[in-house]
């Protein structure tokens, strides 16, 4: 007998016969013998609604306040998910995040978890409950609500699986796991089987949106091996765990991409100590976040600057940089939205050479050119122009062999 | 400076646009110098959303879940006039019934509040803070969150009212208060300064549904002032109070009516003891309320018994009564559905002979025929043909003048 969590998103529980289906999948892991305990989203577009509805009230809603509203909206589906499997014959509880509780610091909207209590959880198992908790949620040390952010249930998932130490935490999602890249760009993508951590939080932070970056963060901390599979088959899906000896033989795990950067170069720099705080600070006072940043050698003690910012926040950021370059003397600013970033990612590469010079020159024969280079231990990061996106994914998918990876493991 | 209670029903949440008023009339409250604690319902039309959820669900949802479910429509109402006070730039903090907290007994969907810790909310109004409460729910001693019935909300604000000994409590509805009889009716009804909470009693047990019925009786025991007023404009309302002597003047305070009764009568019922027993449990086992009774003298050991019941619940009672009667041996049962009530009610009739009879004589002169009759101390109803009701109700409302009382209040 194990001890399950199972995670079921807002598109899992979008409805009422949904919630069904997801009673019959949680009724029948635990009539295979298994503790349950289930968490789980709003109901897709009620998030939504609920922040349409604060904007409509105000223009910067008090975040507290915010948080009592948003949460609302996994009261509503813990509640018909436990009905609805106590009508099928199961004992089944629900619990909001105080009635746990899951302790949060007061970071409203971007809480982290800090102490979960299972005493309740753990009673309610040993009687044979299944156990439905909401997701995204806790409160703080002052009873306070607070919420995860977006995707947060995935961490309140593998959060309450590392407190109760459960054998296996599934994400439950609308794809059959993580693909070696978008299937929806690269007709023969293929599932990976498993994952490092690492190679997930790279993966996720570029753009592939299948699991909220903290829960892997924490599930790596905690050592709690995650299974993202889908909610709409009984398919095998993927492994997110410590790495192993089999996945160094990989080189390249992945391809990402993520289209929603703009890059921005402040030209003739002043090259002196302290110009990067100068330019750098008042982006992060102004919550905007930072991807990729390039300082090339200076000449003549002058330097380019070129970084990406996500492009919601572009207008916001060229007005800001306008006013920092004017500041320390750059000669100009200089932008562009049309780019994307493209990436292989492989703990394989870290013992492996020539990784990188073949996604150059993969990049290269198709005529591609690279305007930016970002590495790290385990990733290989260009920024091209963004009509060739496609283009680029799929001859690093073919130059890395990924789509044969599926056939391997088949023949195995 | 006072302390006030207001409480907003859900047509007065209903949308943004109508929660920003709500904002300016508590503002304005507490721009008077008033300590203001509001208590809100859910937006029109969501616990009807979140019932039709249930129902779709299941068909006997689990009680515990269904009020985690419905309690959901509050949390959003509360924190939308919260963040909308406060970028009014008031102080203005919100609280679920755990978070204040509200203790309730067990019973769920009709759980009756038995304390209310005011520690939380004294503190957040000594700091000047406007407190803004959830109506309808509370928690039981195991911290399940338990609801306190349709029309809860009223009960809330005059629990919270009482146990923080506020000057008054404010409810606030889509009519200006409470009216002599219903306007839609009888185009001189006129609006009453002030009314007994006895009067409120049974004007609302009667159908004149502006007050919970059970926040009248908790305002009658701990001696709660309800205001009840419109939502829309600044004009007075009713006064629900103790009793004094100005109301003892006025003969008759109301004329009430509900159509929503069907009468059965059981014929020729052996009058031996028991008999009202075996005719009575089986529909209170089943939860059908039985309103008026009467049973008249028997002949030759025989009597009829006529009572009313729901009309929702009245196919359900026709086939419970058709066994029973069987059972003890009564001739037959005919039915009715096609009948009124209608009741005259003031405290004033208790020290004043005559009244009854002026209301059958009344009834009588429009050939109106009475088919049951039934008094207390302060109010005499009459069953009729539920055509008749209209007329009837403008009628009495005639013969006891009610249509000049406020003619006579503007002439002081």
């Not at 813990?78 to 509780?101: D, E, F, T, V």
């Not at 610091?105 to 309740?120: L, V, Y």
């Not at 996500?310 to 007005?319: E, I």
């Not at 049309?338 to 990049?363: D, Q, Y």
């Amino acid at each position: 007998m194990a001890l399950v969590v199972q995670k079921y998103g807002g598109t899992s529980v979008g409805t009422v016969e949904k919630i069904r289906n997801v009673a019959r999948r949680v009724a029948r892991t635990y009539d295979e013998g298994n503790d349950v305990i289930v968490v789980v989203s709003a109901m897709a577009g009620e998030t939504d609604k609920l922040v349409g509805l604060a904007n409509e009230m105000c223009e910067f809603p008090n975040e507290r306040e915010y948080d009592v509203l948003v949460a609302s909206g996994e009261q509503v589906s813990i509640s018909l998910l436990s009905m609805c499997l106590q009508s099928m014959g199961y004992k089944a509880k629900s619990y909001l995040g105080w009635q746990i509780p899951i302790y949060t610091d007061s970071a409203h909207s971007t809480a982290r978890i800090k102490e979960i209590r299972d005493g309740n959880i753990r009673e309610d198992l040993r009687s044979g409950s299944i156990v439905v908790v909401a997701g995204f949620q806790g409160i703080d040390q002052d009873g306070n609500i607070a919420t995860l952010g977006r995707g947060g249930s995935d961490t309140s998932a593998v959060a309450v699986a590392a407190a109760l130490k459960a054998d296996v935490c599934e994400i439950y999602t609308d794809v059959d796991g993580i693909y070696t890249t978008d299937p929806r760009m690269v007709s023969d993508a293929t599932k990976v089987e498993k994952i490092s951590y690492d190679e997930m939080l790279e993966m996720a932070s570029l753009g592939a949106k299948v699991l909220q970056i903290r829960s892997v963060e924490f599930a790596k901390k905690y050592d709690v091996v995650i299974h993202v599979r889908s909610s709409f088959n009984d398919n095998q899906g993927t492994l997110v765990m410590k790495e192993d000896a089999d996945m160094e033989t990989v080189l390249v795990s992945g391809i990402a991409y993520n289209k929603n950067e703009a890059k921005i170069s402040v030209l003739k720099v002043p090259d002196t100590p302290g110009i990067a705080a100068e330019l750098f600070s008042p982006l992060s006072e102004a919550n905007i976040t930072v991807d990729m940043i390039i300082q090339n050698v200076s000449h003549d003690g002058l330097t380019d600057m070129t970084f990406t910012v996500p492009r919601t926040d572009f207008k916001k950021a060229l007005k800001i940089v306008g006013e920092s370059a004017n500041k320390i003397g750059a000669e100009k600013v200089i932008s562009n939205e049309a780019i994307a970033k493209v990436s292989i990612i492989g703990v394989g590469m870290r013992s492996h050479s020539g990784i990188a010079s073949k996604m150059f020159s993969t990049l290269a024969g198709e005529g591609v050119n690279i305007q930016m280079i970002s590495t790290s231990e385990i990733k290989v990061s260009c920024i091209i122009d963004d009509k060739y996106t496609e283009l680029a994914v799929r001859v690093l998918h073919d130059a890395f062999e990924l789509g044969q990876i599926e056939v391997k493991e088949e023949d195995i």
